[in-house]
């Protein structure tokens, strides 16, 4: 995991991180803050296990701390923050020691996992575990909250 505490010390992820929580520090939904990232890091990594999906750890774990640090520059331009989050994931990843190849397949599975099924390989498990891990059914904002019932969880589920 020496290349996964890589991208958590990396100047720029640092960077990002403090930005969006600037940016939401009044939110009253959901935050995409480093606990966030983790849940669903652990999320996937127990799906991949089950689905005996041949995924490494810390490419699980580096896809999901890297999937949201584009809302820092969304927030800003109003463009989509998996798009915005392409760029940096790519050059986090790099100076973190991640070959091309896997560079490639993480930041795909970032730039998709909005679009991706939940059924559709690494992209449509961080989508999967992006949208589990959040806890709606303790959520003091739910009566405000722009989610449909259905999308909601109104439970544990894993």
Same mark, same amino acid.
């Given at each position: 995991?020496?290349?996964?505490?890589?991208?958590?010390?990396?100047?720029?992820?640092?960077?990002?991180?403090?930005?969006?929580?600037?940016?939401?520090?009044?939110?009253?939904?959901?935050?995409?803050?480093?606990?966030?990232?983790?849940?669903?890091?652990?999320?996937?990594?127990?799906?991949?296990?089950?689905?005996?999906?041949?995924?490494?750890?810390?490419?699980?774990?580096?896809?999901?701390?890297?999937?949201?640090?584009?809302?820092?520059?969304?927030?800003? =331009?109003?463009?989509?923050?998996?798009?915005?989050?392409?760029?940096?994931?790519? =050059?986090?990843?790099?100076?973190?020691?991640?070959?091309?190849?896997? =560079?490639?397949?993480?930041?795909?599975?970032?730039?998709?996992?909005?679009?991706?099924?939940?059924?559709?390989?690494?992209?449509?498990?961080?989508?999967?575990?992006?949208?589990?891990?959040?806890?709606c059914f303790l959520c003091s904002a739910s009566n405000d909250c722009n989610w449909?019932?259905?999308?909601?969880?109104?439970?544990?589920t894993v």
């Amino acid at each position: 995991m020496n290349r996964v505490n890589a991208i958590l010390n990396h100047e720029m992820f640092q960077m990002y991180i403090k930005k969006i929580a600037i940016y939401e520090k009044e939110r009253i939904f959901c935050r995409h803050d480093i606990e966030h990232s983790l849940s669903v890091a652990r999320i996937m990594y127990i799906q991949s296990l089950e689905k005996r999906m041949d995924i490494k750890k810390d490419m699980i774990y580096a896809a999901a701390l890297l999937h949201d640090i584009g809302r820092a520059s969304a927030y800003e =331009t109003g463009k989509p923050h998996a798009i915005e989050a392409e760029i940096p994931a790519k =050059t986090i990843l790099k100076q973190c020691g991640y070959n091309a190849e896997e =560079t490639e397949h993480i930041s795909s599975a970032i730039l998709n996992h909005h679009h991706a099924n939940d059924e559709e390989g690494f992209g449509g498990l961080l989508n999967y575990a992006d949208k589990i891990s959040r806890n709606c059914f303790l959520c003091s904002a739910s009566n405000d909250c722009n989610w449909s019932e259905e999308k909601r969880n109104h439970g544990v589920t894993v």
